[in-house]
């Protein structure tokens, strides 16, 4: 067996090449990948090296710095995942690099330019300890006024020192930052941890408030967004709509975006279509099966139903038995599937073909549109997900248009016509896709 073999590599080489072999070969989880990061040096010549270094030591930092309200709540691969002990190295390192919070690396230069935590020296070991001091005033903000939250980590009842709670919150940091700084032309770079902290305190205050009086569906509706980028991003505007309600002088440009493009309104009204569209599908579905396939023994079912849904429908039946038959446990997101079915697209596809685009022919495509009505109905059907936007709530309302006339109002499609497009604002009448 050949071995290829090193000897006297100075240790930051060694380092890097576990890491290298590690993340391009054989993967191992992020959070190691960190840890052994934040042991490069953080003078390191490449600017990326020492900001990856920087990052990762900073949170390793936090997790044993004396005042830090997440001391002894960072999960790395020594220790057993608990509520407490729930933030991973990974995700927290992604909170402070995805902000710029040190710095960024500029493409042209390939030198860094320096974040609202960087010192004002450019000594990275300064750096290091002003973010640290920083991000754990920051942070103990919300730990030190609302410590029964706090101490839930992401235990039921729990979101700020959760993964995504602290994201959100990072990301907010960054906001309200850029914010005082155009609104009082200061710079944070120029500031000392304590001057940082007393400038967004005003605007943290308003959001501490809110969460002291929060309900536990207040609650749930930051955690139940999801973990995604997107989610955390969307639970940072309600964080910045919450601060604007209590202070309209806090106004930025996205955050206005963020509010114009909501429709409470339209979300109830979104509700009612959906369920009157889910009424008129199930009703069609239904019929044109019984008259394709019978209803002696069931046939309709099992010919016209795959099994995967039918066995699906038994489940939630003999779950939740409160009377209603077997296909009345049929959902929404059934439908396309169904729809699809064998020979049943024969049946359906001259009342369900509206496609979003032009050439778009195949079968999923035509029906992807119950699929997208779904995702919505997630939303209006769980307040907490709530509200839709203004696009979606247009989407719901044209799709019913479509669904009286051609479904329940049996009028033909054109073939090739563009009916759903997912251009939602302002979209044009259907028209004729070209050949």
Same mark, same amino acid.
């Given at each position: 067996?050949?071995?290829?073999?090193?000897?006297?590599?100075?240790?930051?080489?060694?380092?890097?090449?576990?890491?290298?072999?590690?993340?391009?070969?054989?993967?191992?989880?992020?959070?190691?990948?960190?840890?052994?990061?934040?042991?490069?040096?953080?003078?390191?010549?490449?600017?990326?090296?020492?900001?990856? &270094?920087?990052?990762?030591?900073?949170?390793?930092?936090?997790?044993?710095?004396?005042?830090?309200?997440?001391?002894?709540?960072?999960?790395?691969?020594?220790?057993?995942?608990?509520?407490?002990?729930?933030?991973?190295?990974?995700?927290?390192?992604?909170?402070?690099?995805?902000?710029?919070?040190?710095?960024?690396?500029?493409? &042209?230069?390939?030198?860094?330019?320096?974040?609202?935590?960087?010192?004002?020296?450019?000594?990275?070991?300064?750096?290091?300890?002003?973010?640290?001091?920083?991000?754990?005033?920051?942070?103990?903000?919300?730990?030190?006024?609302?410590?029964?939250?706090?101490?839930?980590?992401?235990?039921?009842?729990?979101?700020?020192?959760?993964?995504?709670?602290?994201?959100?919150?990072?990301?907010?940091?960054?906001?309200?930052?850029?914010?005082?700084?155009?609104?009082?032309?200061?710079?944070?770079?120029?500031?000392? &941890?304590?001057?940082?902290?007393?400038?967004?305190?005003?605007?943290?205050?308003?959001?501490?408030?809110?969460?002291?009086?929060?309900?536990?569906?207040?609650?749930?509706?930051?955690?139940?967004?999801?973990?995604?980028?997107?989610?955390?991003?969307?639970?940072?505007?309600?964080?910045?709509?919450?601060?604007?309600?209590?202070?309209?002088?806090?106004?930025?440009?996205?955050?206005?975006?963020?509010?114009?493009?909501?429709?409470?309104?339209?979300?109830?009204?979104?509700?009612?279509?959906?369920?009157?569209?889910?009424?008129?599908?199930?009703?069609?579905?239904?019929?044109?099966?019984?008259?394709?396939?019978?209803?002696?023994?069931?046939?309709?079912?099992?010919?016209?139903?795959?099994?995967?849904?039918?066995?699906?429908?038994?489940?939630?039946?003999?779950?939740?038995?409160?009377?209603?038959?077997?296909?009345?446990?049929?959902?929404?997101?059934?439908?396309?599937?169904?729809?699809?079915?064998?020979?049943?697209?024969?049946?359906?596809?001259?009342?369900?073909?509206?496609?979003?685009?032009?050439?778009?022919?195949?079968?999923?495509?035509?029906?992807?549109?119950?699929?997208?009505?779904?995702?919505?109905?997630?939303?209006?059907?769980?307040?907490?997900?709530?509200?839709?936007?203004?696009?979606?709530?247009?989407?719901?309302?044209?799709?019913?248009?479509?669904?009286?006339?051609?479904?329940?109002?049996?009028?033909?499609?054109?073939?090739?016509?563009?009916?759903?497009?997912?251009?939602?604002?302002?979209?044009?009448?259907?028209?004729?896709?070209?050949?």
């Amino acid at each position: 067996m050949p071995v290829l073999a090193y000897e006297n590599l100075p240790l930051s080489q060694e380092i890097q090449l576990f890491v290298d072999i590690n993340t391009q070969q054989v993967k191992v989880p992020r959070n190691l990948v960190n840890e052994i990061i934040s042991s490069l040096n953080i003078n390191d010549p490449d600017p990326k090296k020492r900001l990856d &270094a920087l990052h990762a030591r900073i949170v390793i930092r936090l997790d044993e710095f004396p005042s830090s309200p997440i001391r002894g709540r960072i999960l790395t691969v020594a220790q057993d995942k608990d509520h407490v002990r729930c933030l991973t190295l990974t995700s927290f390192v992604d909170g402070i690099s995805g902000n710029n919070l040190v710095g960024s690396v500029l493409r &042209a230069s390939r030198e860094i330019d320096p974040g609202p935590l960087a010192h004002p020296s450019g000594d990275p070991g300064k750096t290091m300890e002003k973010s640290v001091v920083t991000i754990s005033k920051y942070l103990a903000l919300f730990a030190d006024s609302l410590e029964e939250h706090w101490r839930l980590g992401d235990d039921k009842g729990g979101y700020l020192c959760t993964n995504n709670g602290v994201r959100a919150l990072l990301v907010l940091f960054r906001k309200v930052l850029a914010f005082v700084e155009a609104d009082q032309g200061i710079k944070a770079r120029s500031l000392e &941890a304590d001057d940082i902290i007393e400038h967004i305190r005003p605007y943290v205050d308003h959001l501490i408030e809110y969460f002291k009086a929060a309900s536990g569906s207040d609650i749930s509706a930051f955690r139940s967004r999801g973990s995604s980028l997107l989610s955390v991003d969307q639970n940072c505007f309600q964080m910045m709509a919450i601060i604007r309600d209590r202070d309209p002088s806090f106004e930025t440009r996205e955050l206005s975006e963020y509010i114009n493009k909501q429709d409470v309104e339209g979300t109830k009204e979104a509700e009612i279509l959906i369920n009157e569209i889910n009424k008129i599908i199930f009703d069609d579905v239904v019929d044109q099966l019984q008259t394709k396939y019978g209803t002696i023994g069931d046939a309709w079912w099992e010919r016209g139903v795959p099994k995967a849904i039918r066995i699906a429908s038994y489940e939630r039946y003999a779950s939740e038995n409160d009377g209603r038959k077997l296909h009345q446990f049929l959902t929404l997101s059934n439908y396309p599937e169904i729809i699809q079915f064998q020979d049943n697209w024969e049946t359906f596809q001259d009342y369900y073909s509206f496609p979003p685009h032009k050439g778009r022919r195949g079968k999923p495509a035509q029906v992807a549109w119950i699929q997208k009505l779904n995702i919505i109905r997630n939303i209006t059907h769980h307040v907490e997900k709530g509200p839709l936007t203004k696009d979606q709530v247009d989407y719901v309302r044209r799709a019913y248009q479509l669904v009286k006339t051609h479904i329940a109002g049996r009028q033909k499609v054109t073939a090739g016509t563009v009916y759903l497009s997912d251009e939602l604002e302002g979209a044009p009448a259907p028209q004729e896709a070209a050949d």
